[in-house]
């Protein structure tokens, strides 16, 4: 019988797991390289789209922080909780954290003007963030049943 997403997540070896937790952020973090390397055009070419960029980037960057803060010891790359974490942004929003990400890097290239970031932040960032968050909607369904479902009907992504 052929496994179930979240069973395949749950079956990883530690090794594989290990792997993961290292890969996706390193997805991050290239997004950030591509911005320091490729050519920009602040703003392109439109000076207020500069501090636009810059204000959405920081704002990402605070929301991502106060969501990791949060989530504290159930922070995790590969879906899944030991508790359901509603309290403080989580109260409003069920995955900060990836919203705080996709508005930090969609901030920075916009604020760099960076084609190339553009392109990389909706073809891999913003897809490999609804990905996540719908597989851990899924774990976390699955653990929390109806307290997750009344949850979901509160928040907002």
Known sequence: MKKTKLEYWESLSPAKAALVTVLVPSLYLLALVVAWFSPKHFGFGIRPLVYVGLTVGLSGIALWIVAMVHLGKSLAVLPGGERLVTQGVYRYLRHPVY??????????????GSTVGMTY????????????????EKALMHKFGDSYQTYRQQTWF
Not at 99 to 112: H, N, P, Q, S
């Open 121 to 136: 932040f909706f073809v891999v960032v913003l897809p490999l963030n609804i990905i996540r968050s719908r597989l851990e």
């Open 99 to 112: 919203l705080g990400i996709d508005m930090t890097l969609f901030g920075l290239f916009l604020a760099v």
